[in-house]
């Protein structure tokens, strides 16, 4: 089973509309990472969270850390073409400042024009 | 933002022959980097941690003899793929910690290297 999991596992949107995608972690989370990922190359930094109840938002893109529920989710208002792509939640659950982390299987997103 | 490339972005090799990957952070230091193993439709794999002037600590189940790790500076990190087989071929991503004042702890991704063993 995957420690840290990720719903839905892809979507299709018309342009224009909110999207929500959840990453759920069986362990104690230490950081949370969102990165995006087109196939094929290499991972775009979006947000990392840490403490429990932060929220950050980085243009149309609001991710929130719920600590004790050990779950992040990454919201997108007024989806665009150029939001598509494989949407990757990253966590440290080693603590330790080990800096490992590990990745839930991603979130596909599809924005229909 | 951080920036961190790899060499090359694609290497076609024949069986039995060695591969060097290479990471590089192109404006920040970083003590630690990390190499990540990425299958088709698959999420990424942590095959082991670079530290810089120290052994690399690799995970439950990865070959350290076939997967060599040498970190020479602050900047730069290498994967060889030693005696590379078919099964070996596969999207090799790297990552490089930064760890700037004021506590943020980041880690920034290459562009992958698309690794094809015939």
């Known amino acids: 089973s995957q420690e840290l999991e990720q719903s839905p596992q892809s979507l299709i949107v018309q342009e224009g509309k909110n999207l929500t995608i959840n990453c759920t972690s069986s362990k104690t989370l230490y950081g949370l990472y969102w990165y995006k990922q087109k196939y094929g190359e290499g991972l775009i930094f979006l947000m990392m969270?840490?403490?429990?109840?932060e929220e950050k938002s980085h243009e149309k893109i609001t991710a929130k850390l719920d600590e004790k529920k050990q779950q992040s989710s990454l919201h997108i208002t007024a989806s665009q073409p150029s939001h598509a792509g494989i949407y990757l939640c990253?966590?440290?659950?080693?603590?330790?400042?080990?800096?490992?982390?590990?990745f839930g299987q991603g979130t596909t997103l599809q924005v229909k024009p | 933002g951080a920036v961190v490339s790899q060499h090359p972005s694609w290497v076609i090799c024949k069986s039995g022959t060695s591969v060097k990957i290479e990471c590089r952070s192109l404006?920040?230091?970083?003590?630690?980097m990390f190499w990540y193993r990425q299958f088709p439709k698959q999420s990424l794999m942590l095959m082991a941690t670079?530290?810089?002037?120290?052994?690399?600590?690799?995970e439950q189940g990865v070959e350290k003899d076939k997967f060599l790790i040498n970190h020479a500076s602050l900047t730069l990190s290498t994967l060889t793929v030693t005696s590379a087989h078919p099964e070996d071929s596969s999207f090799y991503i790297c990552s490089a910690r930064a760890q700037f004042r004021g506590g943020t702890d980041t880690q920034y991704f290459g562009p992958g290297t698309r690794l094809t063993v015939l």
């Open positions: 404006d920040f230091q970083a003590t630690t």
């Open positions: 990253g966590a440290d659950i080693v603590g330790s400042n080990t800096g490992k982390l590990i």
């Open positions: 969270l840490q403490k429990g109840g």
């Open positions: 670079s530290n810089e002037g120290s052994k690399a600590t690799y």
